[in-house]
């Protein structure tokens, strides 16, 4: 419904304070709570209730209302059972921030204003009646389409269109997925001289880099108030129609999950997971890779690779495994060779979404189903790979293990600090009481290959100042740096210096 549903219905007699002109502004929910700062409960386009017990002057005010505005809430209805009135620091607050701001009279209950709210701001019903009676996304987008007057599209954060009314040119595709990553919906995009609207589908379940969202022709700020409720009711029929497709995914997954676990701990043989693939819909005649990911989360990692494993276009079920999760896919050897660069595009469009975290992606070779326990574990460990390099987005596939960092990515972190520690905490402890450089000066070597020429080139120093240096290097580690089994050990120890977890 629409801010100004609420405040032109007489039986609630609601005293507007600030933002009466923003009637236009949708509701799509309500949240009651007496927390000072209650956003993280928050996921925008709330109407906020509040008793206001959090109240004690205006630094609260300026604190509350600051958090309802990160939050992108819908609008405050204060109550006035405590104070009497809303304090004018909070009036001035929600002027400041430009929060719609109203009294909720003591004859009205939170709990009528939020049934009223709950209520009025249910979908229409012949979206709801068509999904209800087994309409898929693409008809209940034609029917929005038909009353919005424009074409209207479902898009990823993964990047892939999940459905539409039209062709949707890729400048509007690639503009619409910049601004869903960085800015707070609903909003306008515009591209090659085109304007959209994005319209969020509400879900608290996906992180923000697996979610759904709704994109129509057009510019929001030209929107009449009837084209507002279609798409906020079109978002929640696509939430709808996402949580079906989200639950039959779970239900593959899981009987996939306890087979995949089996065959690791070897209580189950190839042609028992084989036959659990077969239930899920994967053919197991037909070539597959696996795929691990790792965001930080099982949860959010599983969703998140159901999500990647959709835009693909491939056949797929996914499951979480250990730490992360990991996926099957199946296709001709020619579509899987492609695989590699398929997630590293798609990884690129979600890893704005991930708000900083890592998302390490690790592929295996191409192999069939009575190679399964080897492909899983060719995956895990290049998945490790890439969370060793620490980028905010890194694929890596089995091509690329035949190197000594598979080596210290799949080594235990005890080992691995203990491995730097006798090598290099002599050296670190000499650096910090000496204020020297030794560490430094030892890896520019190193990367140099030993050239003294080149290394005190990179370093700024004269050769003779560089040959004293690694002579220090020698005499506090007792190691000949002119042996080449020294190098090597010294290398792995720097390597692994940047990437060890701290103690």
């Not at 933002?19 to 007496?34: H, K, L, Q, S």
């Not at 509400?202 to 022709?217: K, T």
């Not at 004269?462 to 002119?482: C, F, K, M, P, S």
Request: with cysteine; net charge negative.
């Amino acid at each position: 419904m629409l801010l100004g549903d609420l405040l032109a219905d007489p039986e609630l007699g609601l005293v507007p304070l600030h933002g009466a002109d923003r009637a236009d502004r949708p509701v799509r929910g309500v949240y009651i709570t007496d927390l000072i700062d209650p956003r993280r409960y928050l996921s925008g386009g709330e109407l906020v209730l509040s008793g206001l017990m959090w109240h004690n002057g205006p630094a609260d005010s300026e604190r509350f209302v600051s958090a309802l505005v990160d939050a992108g809430v819908a609008a405050l209805a204060a109550g006035t059972a405590r104070l009497g009135h809303a304090p004018p620091d909070l009036v001035e607050a929600c002027r400041r921030h430009d929060l719609p701001v109203f009294e909720v009279p003591l004859t009205v209950s939170f709990n009528t204003l939020a049934d009223r709210v709950q209520r009025r701001s249910g979908p229409r019903r012949e979206l709801v009646a068509a999904v209800a009676a087994g309409a898929d996304l693409d008809q209940a987008l034609r029917m929005a389409a038909d009353e919005l007057g424009a074409d209207c599209w479902v898009l990823s954060a993964a990047g892939w269109v999940v459905g539409g009314t039209a062709e949707l040119p890729e400048a509007a595709r690639c503009a619409a997925l910049r601004e869903f990553a960085s800015g707070r919906l609903p909003s306008t995009v515009r591209s090659d001289d085109a304007a959209h609207v994005l319209w969020p589908v509400e879900s608290d379940a996906e992180p923000r880099a697996a979610r759904w969202f709704v994109l129509a022709a057009g510019a929001f700020d030209e929107w009449a108030a009837e084209q507002v409720a279609i798409a906020t009711d079109l978002g929640t029929v696509v939430a709808l129609l996402r949580a079906r497709v989200d639950e039959a995914r779970r239900i593959a997954g899981r009987s996939v999950e306890a087979a995949l676990r089996r065959l690791l701990d070897g209580t189950s043989t190839p042609a028992e997971v084989a036959a659990r693939l077969e239930t899920a819909g994967l053919p197991t005649g037909e070539p597959l890779r696996a795929v691990a990911l790792d965001v930080g989360d099982q949860a959010e990692s599983t969703t998140l690779l159901r999500e990647i494993a959709a835009a693909t276009g491939m056949a797929s079920v996914t499951a979480p495994l250990g730490d992360g999760a990991t996926a099957l896919f199946v296709d001709d050897e020619a579509h899987l060779a492609q695989l590699d660069a398929e997630l590293g595009r798609i990884a690129a469009d979600v890893e704005p979404c991930l708000a900083g975290r890592g998302l390490a992606v690790g592929i295996s070779d191409i192999t069939r189903a009575t190679a399964l326990r080897g492909a899983l574990e060719e995956a895990g460990y290049a998945r490790r790979l890439a969370q060793r390099r620490r980028g905010r987005a890194e694929v890596v596939a089995a091509a690329e293990l035949a190197s000594h960092e598979v080596l210290l990515a799949s080594t235990p972190d005890e080992l691995r600090r203990s491995y730097r520690e006798r090598l290099l905490a002599d050296l670190i402890a000499y650096d910090a009481a000496h204020h020297s450089e030794l560490v430094r000066t030892l890896r520019t070597f190193l990367d140099c290959s030993g050239s003294w020429s080149r290394c005190a080139k990179q370093l700024h120093v004269h050769v003779n100042t560089l040959r004293y240096r690694i002579q220090r290097v020698e005499e506090i580690t007792g190691r000949d740096l002119a042996d080449f089994p020294s190098r090597v050990d010294f290398y792995l120890a720097l390597e692994l210096d940047h990437t060890t977890p701290p103690d």
